[in-house]
């Protein structure tokens, strides 16, 4: 009899420390991505990256950094991986792996306040001064050689438009609608025309090689189920509800 009061007084022991340590019932791993601070459009690909990451019970965790900041601290390891960016980056942070599966993309669009033409090119963009965000990869590389002044994040940049230290802000068409709108900015005006459309993809530290195929298998299912479009739908509607 005392062998099986101390049984049973082991077992409830046991469950209350589970409960305690775990009061959801169920365990899980938790990874953490590092994001572009004040990028907008990045809000669907958080979304895709939930839904598909709850099908392997794995919660994410995102931190939003300076576009540069993001970017090391997602090559060093100090983040288990990237949350979005352009296709072929692991040619210059070789310590990422690129889940081949689109999750976002992103229209690359000029806004201006002093200026009104039709965009044909990055070469339309020659004559001006011309804001980007640093470690926004594809304004960095449309940008080259030109006259470039380089902002923060999104806000900075629209400051320096409305501020005339700029002629045209280089920015993913999402991003910057929502940061003129948070910045309740005045005469600044989306120029007609794309730079040019990219696919944007995420991307994980090589430490979590064996979680690529697996996360592969559930991107590509809920692109194919329409679920990926419905997610980047809804959270640009919702950035932008008060239009």
Excluded: C
Aim: glycine share 8%.
């Amino acid at each position: 009899m005392q062998v099986l009061r101390t049984f049973f007084f082991v077992g409830f022991l046991f469950s209350v420390l589970t409960a305690l340590l775990n009061p959801l019932g169920q365990a899980k791993d938790v990874l953490r991505l590092s994001s572009v601070e004040g990028s907008a459009d990045a809000n669907a690909a958080e979304a895709v990256l939930r839904a598909a990451y709850a099908r392997l019970g794995i919660d994410i965790v995102i931190e939003r950094l300076q576009g540069q900041k993001a970017l090391e601290a997602s090559n060093s390891g100090t983040a288990d991986g990237e949350v979005q960016r352009i296709d072929g980056i692991t040619r210059s942070f070789k310590n990422l792996i690129q889940i081949p599966i689109p999750i976002n993309y992103l229209e690359g669009t000029v806004f201006s306040k002093r200026y009104n033409f039709p965009i044909q090119g990055w070469f339309s963009l020659e004559p001006f001064r011309v804001g980007i965000v640093k470690g926004i990869l594809f304004a960095e590389r449309g940008t080259k050689g030109m006259n470039v002044h380089v902002a923060d994040d999104y806000p900075a940049l629209v400051k320096l438009l409305e501020n005339d230290q700029i002629d045209v802000a280089v920015m993913p068409r999402i991003n910057g609608r929502v940061a003129i709108k948070q910045s309740d900015a005045k005469g600044i005006r989306e120029l007609g025309g794309v730079l040019e459309t990219l696919m944007l993809y995420h991307y994980l530290h090589q430490k979590h090689k064996d979680l690529v195929p697996k996360v592969t298998k559930q991107l590509k299912e809920i692109l194919l189920d329409g679920v990926t479009r419905q997610l980047r739908t809804k959270a640009h509607e919702k950035l932008l509800e008060a239009d």
